[in-house]
């Protein structure tokens, strides 16, 4: 079974350009996250989707980026215009939603570098 | 504030012998742990998970204890291997209300682990 699919695995670009991110979930998988993590930093949440409908997106700073999960599968994540400091690792995660456990399976992630 | 802290950066441990890995939480609220282990340029990767309502699971090598009156838990790995390499990664979740921010994954900072032969 394919794991979850991240593209580009790398992406320099210049401030106040704009980027975007593209993830695959894990077939079946109905819950889908983006996060950001900074270097010696764990992952942090900055979006989290059931389905196609964004869940909790209270870590998203909303001026300069967005998210979109078209028909519950697929994401983009896009950061437009990038500033210096959005220099990280953005992973994406899929889950499927159990009351029992939460076990996300992540990508590879796109190390993005902005100059 | 960190929720979930990882106080040591690195630990270095000879083939062999035991590693063990901590990691300290501060929201009382949290019901369910994970250690995630993560090679460079690669994604973490899920290791073992144990509940609050549990104090040990084991799982091979690894085993993860829970002391939750100290808000502790610590990863177990005997007999460590150079291939057990890696970053490790504490997380937490409240699971009880799912919905919101509750049910989002809180990750520590990360303890690198090298095994030398």
């Known amino acids: 079974e394919a794991g979850v699919v991240q593209s580009p695995r790398y992406k320099i670009i210049e401030k106040k350009q704009p980027v975007a991110f593209w993830c695959n979930p894990i077939s079946g998988h109905n819950t889908l996250y983006w996060y950001r993590q900074n270097l010696g930093q764990g992952p942090e949440l900055l979006i989290r989707y059931e389905n196609e409908e964004a869940v909790d997106d209270s870590q998203l700073p909303k001026d300069r980026f967005s998210a979109e999960r078209l028909k519950g599968v697929d994401s983009t994540l896009k950061i437009q215009p990038a500033e210096l400091g959005d220099s990280a690792v953005y992973l994406c995660a899929s889950s499927l939603r159990q009351l029992a456990k939460n076990i996300q399976y992540f990508g590879a992630g796109t190390r993005l570098s902005v100059l | 504030d960190q929720q979930v802290k990882q106080n040591s950066p690195s630990l270095s441990v000879q083939e062999g012998r035991i590693s063990i890995l901590n990691c300290d939480y501060t929201n009382s609220m949290f019901d369910y742990f994970l250690w995630y282990k993560k090679y460079p340029a690669e994604g973490p990767t899920f290791l073992i998970s144990i509940s609050s309502i549990k104090d040990k699971n084991e799982d091979g090598r690894f085993t993860v204890f829970l002391n939750k009156s100290a808000k502790h838990l610590s990863l177990h790995i005997v007999p460590s291997q150079p291939g057990d390499s890696a970053v490790y990664f504490c997380?937490?979740?409240?699971?009880?209300?799912?919905?919101?921010?509750?049910?989002?994954?809180?990750f520590g900072k990360g303890t690198k682990l090298s095994v030398k032969p």
């Open positions: 997380a937490a979740l409240r699971q009880m209300n799912y919905g919101g921010s509750q049910g989002n994954l809180i």
